[in-house]
Structure formats: structure tokens, C-alpha cells
């Protein structure tokens, strides 16, 4: 090393200490460990002073801490926590609500606790509505032969929320209405090209061309009267 590195030497750089999760609770934890708390109290009254980290992180911090300072483990002492709303709340989860939204199939069962209060929440969120409004007119016209009508609907929404929505339809506008149009449809392809990708992701880094033949074989054969299993399995079995 140079020597005006080797001099620098003497006086080490003093880095600022690095800001953790734990460094507001220290103090709490401290003194509950002095008076002899018991863990899952200290746990416990951390995440009611605002904690939101990993319990597994807070359950290893004030294991260390008392094993630092006080010569004591809580091993073994791990207790598991759920977050919980008291019995008087009513929880409705976002993906609840959307599949309530888009669900069309009368004999699909919706979710009761989203239908008992879908009009509080209609009338305390207006979004919930103009999504409930979009998606019910493009149902409609999606379903529906009149491919007229999604220009109508692209016009009236092109500066709304669904603005990005409403121009990935216009570049490809024509297959659209072709959907709209026509009673034809590529899901059987795509339901087969899905199958398809899925049996190579399952047999990805351990399969040559002769074993995919016969899963994929096995996959879509299967059914047919003359399939024959034994003669699929043989070694010499060939494309």
C-alpha cells in the first residue's frame, strides 16, 4: 500500500449507522426484558406500538437482545400471531369484490358477504359503480352481434379511466368486431395451444423429444377408444 494509505489508516472512516425496523422498539424492548415480561407480551405490545415488520425478525431480535444483556433464551417460545379485525367489522377483500363485479355465470355462487353490502359499498366508493357500469355495457356488447355498438362505446370512454383499455381495443379493432360478429371461435385452438405449453413447462430440463411425444400423447389420447397405453410406454414406442 502507499504510504499515505497506510497513514489513513490511523483514523478509520466512522460510517453512519444504518437505520433499522427495530431501532424505535429498542428501548421498549429493553426494559420489558429488564422487568421480566415474558416474550409474547413484548411481542405482543410492539406490534400495538406500530411494528409492521416480519414477527420472525422481532421474535430473534428480542431473543439476542436477552441473551446479550440478561444471559437468557427464549427458545421454544415462538408464538405464532394473526392479524384479526374485531367480530363487529365487516372484511371485504378487493379480489372478492372484483370477481363479484365480473362474475356473469348465474350458476357461479357469489360471494354472500359482498352481495349483502355491495350497495354501502356502491355508495361510499362511486368507482365501485362506474367499474360495475363499464364492464356490464362491454359484457353486453361483447356478447352480444351488433359490433356497431363498440364503436359507440370506445367513443364515450376514450378520455375516461379506461383510457388505455379503449386504445389497445382500437389496435386491434378488427379482430374484435370479428368476435363480436362471428359465432366462430379459436378458444378450442388456444384451450389446446395452453395444454400444450403447460406439458412442456412440467417436462422443462428432463425430457427429449420421444418422452414430450408420449406425455403429450397421454394429454390429448387418452380418451380415444383404441389408445393403448402398454404399446405408449414401450422404449421403442416411435414418433
Known sequence: MPEDEIIKLDA??????????????????????????K??????????KGYSGNLRTLDTYIDRLAKSNFNKRFVGEWV???YSYPDDITVVKRNE??????????????NGTVARNFEIIKEKYHT????????????????GDASDKLDCFLRKYKESEIK????GILNDIAAVKNAISHTESNGFVEGNNNKFKLIKRILYGRANLSTLFKKSYLAFKVNLRDFDLPRLLRKDASL
Open 39 to 48: 416474550a409474547e407480551t413484548i411481542m405482543a405490545y410492539v406490534v400495538k
Open 12 to 37: 478509520p472512516v466512522k460510517y453512519k449507522k444504518r437505520k433499522t425496523v427495530m431501532d424505535d422498539y429498542l428501548n421498549i424492548i429493553y426494559k420489558m426484558l429488564r422487568d421480566k415480561i
Open 80 to 82: 405464532f400471531y394473526a
Open 97 to 110: 369484490l372484483l370477481k363479484y363485479l365480473t362474475t356473469k355465470n348465474p350458476k357461479t355462487k357469489l
Open 128 to 143: 365501485i359503480s362506474f367499474l360495475k357500469d363499464i364492464y356490464d355495457e362491454f359484457y353486453e356488447i361483447l356478447m
Open 164 to 167: 388505455v383499455f379503449t386504445d
